[in-house]
């Protein structure tokens, strides 16, 4: 599924569960409400058999070439790099049948922590969604000491959110209990309808 976590406190996602966007897990490619998310579709593998890692202890390789086996079908070929205080994400043929979804690859959801700089302001941006098209031509966004660089400046569309966002500790099978916290989500906007990106 591609969900990879970036942790440098440990406390990035602590009590972020019940009020995660669960159609956009840190690291996924998908186009969010295409696809009713519940256990029968969550447990369905994908139509490929390629995906692998290698390590020397140190450094290490991931890649793997999902499709999803329904309807519309979601496509990707993605890759991660890990050095010693990076990783290089990558994707390639990206690619959606859905025509009444946004198609997306959301890099990062988690708690919002301290102020959120963007390479097209000097300014720190405000609560609520920013949008930067392609023309924007977005090399990188800071939050939390993390520094998100964006490999090919004006080839992709690119939404930083900064929000209150509220749910229920029930919807994880925990007692019922109402939850809010601050969220911090970074998204690549592939577009809407028959996608075929890189």
Not at 12 to 18: D, H, L, N, Q, V
Not at 39 to 50: D, E, I, P, W
Not at 69 to 84: E, M, N, R, T
């Amino acid at each position: 599924d591609g969900v990879n976590y970036v942790y440098l406190t440990m406390k990035e996602y602590t009590g972020i569960f019940p009020v995660w966007n669960w159609d956009r897990l840190p690291g996924i490619t998908n186009a969010p409400g295409a696809i009713p998310l519940n256990c029968a579709t969550a447990k369905v593998l994908g139509s490929t058999t390629f995906v692998g890692g290698v390590s020397d202890g140190v450094y290490g390789v991931a890649a793997y070439d999902f499709q999803a086996p329904q309807k519309g079908k979601v496509s990707a070929k993605k890759a991660w790099f890990f050095f010693d205080d990076a990783y290089v994400s990558l994707g390639a043929g990206i690619a959606s049948g859905y025509s009444g979804s946004s198609l997306g690859t959301f890099v990062e959801q988690k708690l919002l922590q301290g102020p959120v700089y963007v390479s097209a302001s000097s300014e720190a941006l405000s609560t609520g969604k920013h949008a930067y098209p392609k023309s924007a031509a977005l090399k990188w966004v800071h939050h939390g000491d993390v520094g998100y660089i964006l490999a090919q400046p004006g080839s992709q569309a690119v939404n930083v959110t900064l929000q209150q966002q509220v749910g229920n500790w029930n919807l994880i099978g925990a007692t019922a209990q109402a939850a809010s916290a601050n969220v911090f989500d970074l998204a690549i906007d592939h577009g809407m309808g028959d996608i075929k990106d890189a």
